[in-house]
């Protein structure tokens, strides 16, 4: 016989309180303490239904794991190079950025492959679904689609159609009956996701989840839900705008640094294969602007970025930036007051990357700070210039990875000017496109700022 109890559960990050609290002492958020009735009750947790023995590690089949493309070139690229059977793999991203339409066309390309795909929907009719496929030109013979949001149901629909690919869409609205909660609270998240997993493990189905975000752009659910699947994928990306950023935070079976670039047009996401083309602007450059090479994954990506540093009588002054850690660029404001004696301390600063993208690399240092001093002194920068290295606390240049791919990248984007550190300089001066530039290498950030602001 089963045994009932309560339990105050944070529905933020799933913690427990011992009574109805208004502020959670575990992650701080307010008035999400919630009073759920927990059931006790018998559960199978094993993923085989076969008794494993243990082996040694030398002795466990190395065969390289099966994959099958996803029909988009840049997922594959965030995946690790494509979908592995029985894998479990998170999509998240704020409401209407293309989650749906990015496994629904997944959907589609892996149902006329000959491969037998269902598609599980909470949220929207059979219509709704068809609508959407049409206007994706997503149709294929071998592609179900159910609205069902009962987990026992959804599990006796796979046992039957017996898929090769599974999407929940999405996890905040899938229940099981035996626990009293509502659908997205974090008990139900979290049992749900469980049997999601153990599902696919046992019956070797490659299951897309597709969860919600918080109002702060967090993950919705218990921090175990990252946990338990195999890789969680973001998608970055004002609704507005007309691309999207798909970034890996955890993969099992790739590299977590990844990202994949999308385009949203009237079709769906189409891939953007050239990247720099998308970030790099098409007009002459003011002051306060500057391009970067930075390295994402194993893609080299041409960036823009912009500087806006104005007196202020306000006190203290703002410093704002969405798109790069505030805390750098509070560090690389101290250094160029204490080193060059600049007094930016009383101006506001504005800092943001062109296109939104979210850039946090040491080989970013650099040139956020000749972008601070370029928008200080109103200056423009050299004509046709790349900039990249580390700044160190005494305003020392530092060397960083991947400078020849930095370089290279730069080059085939027509830039005939590349400021880089001087350790970096032997390494890249050796490459063969380095002969087409100028190459300035810089020891120091007072250096770097006068080859970069050259004097008329």
Known sequence: ???QKTKYICQECGAEAYKRLGRCPS???????????VEEV????ALTTAFEVPRRI???DLTELPRFETGSGELDRVLGGGLIPGSIILIAGDPGVGKSSLTLAVCAYVARAGKKVLYITGEESFRQIRMRAERLNALADELYICAENNLERITRHVEKVEPELLIVDSIQTIYKSDIESAPGSVSQVRECSASLMRLAKSRGVTTFIIGHVTKDGNLAGPRVLEHIVDTVLFFEGERSADFRVLRAIKNRFGATSEIGLFEMRDSGLADVPDASKLFLPDHEVDS??????TVEGTRPLLVEIQALVTPTPFMPPRR?????????????????????????????VYVKTAGGIKIDEPATDLPITVALASSFANRKILPQCAIFGEVGL???????????QRVDEAVRMGFTNIILPKKNFAEVSKNQSANKINLISAENLRDALRFAMPRE
Do not use: F, Y
């Open 288 to 293: 306060g602007s500057v391009i970067v090479p």
């Open 42 to 45: 018998k559960t199978e947790h």
């Open 320 to 348: 704002t930036s969405d798109s790069v850690d505030i805390k750098k660029i509070q560090l690389l404001l101290a250094v160029l007051e204490k080193r060059l004696h600049l007094s930016i301390g009383n101006c506001d």
């Open 1 to 3: 016989m089963s045994k």
């Open 27 to 37: 992650c701080g958020s307010w008035n999400t303490i919630v009073e759920e009735t």
């Open 58 to 60: 030398a002795e466990v």
């Open 394 to 404: 005494s305003g020392e240049i530092r060397a960083v990875s991947k400078a020849r």
